[in-house]
T-cell receptor, first 114, second 111 residues
Framework: DAMVIQNPRYQVTQFGKPVTLSCSQT?????MYWYQQKSSQAPKLLFH???????NEADTPDNFQSRRPNTSFCFLDIRSPGLGDAAMYLC?????????????FGEGSRLTVL | GQNIDQPTEMTATEGAIVQINCTYQ??????LFWYQQHAGEAPTFLSY????GLEEKGRFSSFLSRSKGYSYLLLKELQMKDSASYLC????????????FGKGTSLLVTP
């Protein structure tokens, strides 16, 4: 059973038209992450939440925002998508305490900007 | 910040052994991870090293040398389904719980 679920799997939008991507988890992990991955590139961390504590990467554009209304859900809002924002957006979770703290990824949301 | 380097592409034959290297530079090392990613899919966790030495898990093993900033992933008895990208990722004190990923090594397994 899927433990980190992203919706939609595929999103097509127009230049400048806002988009929201969602992520839900059944693992009860306290840390949630959003990564952006462009073709043949490394996943790039945009931001992450430790519980409700928001951590923004210094080079994440202001165009990208996130919300985490509760433990299970996290949203990525792209306010005005540009052509350069076309990418796979990966949500991941981890447990802060114990073991390795490995990240569990969802299947990703692929964004196309026309 | 971190510099994570790994080869871009490798090719190996079904049944063979392949070693994928990763070097990194970090100020406060706190763990190294290997992930497998098939085209168009999410990364899946393979291994974790935080202490020097070899961790073995079935056909896959991962090695770490913290003093050298070096790790490798060893894949034995290669199968066609092992064709994928292999991502090396590092966690350090500055990134908290997050992982910073290398660009990945695209492995092609041929018959």
């Amino acid at each position: 059973d899927a433990m980190v679920i992203q919706n939609p799997r595929y999103q097509v939008t127009q230049f400048g038209k806002p988009v929201t991507l969602s992520c839900s988890q059944t693992l009860n992990h306290n840390v949630m992450y959003w990564y952006q991955q462009k073709s043949s590139q490394a996943p790039k961390l945009l931001f992450h939440y430790y519980d409700k504590d928001f951590n923004n990467e210094a080079d994440t554009p202001d165009n990208f925002q996130s919300r985490r209304p509760n433990t299970s859900f996290c949203f990525l809002d792209i306010r005005s998508p540009g052509l350069g924002d076309a990418a796979m957006y990966l949500c991941a979770t981890s447990r802060a305490q114990g073991a390795s703290g490995e990240l569990f990824f969802g299947e990703g949301s692929r964004l196309t900007v026309l | 910040g971190q510099n994570i380097d790994q080869p871009t592409e490798m090719t190996a034959t079904e049944g063979a052994i392949v070693q994928i290297n990763c070097t990194y530079q970090t100020s406060g090392f706190n763990g190294l991870f290997w992930y497998q990613q098939h085209a168009g899919e999410a990364p899946t966790f393979l291994s974790y090293n935080v202490l020097d030495g070899l961790e073995e898990k079935g056909r896959f093993s991962s090695f770490l040398s913290r003093s050298k900033g070096y790790s490798y992933l060893l894949l034995k008895e290669l199968q066609m389904k092992d064709s994928a990208s292999y991502l090396c990722a590092v966690r350090d004190a500055d990134s908290g719980y997050a992982l910073n990923f290398g660009k990945g090594t695209s492995l092609l397994v041929t018959p």
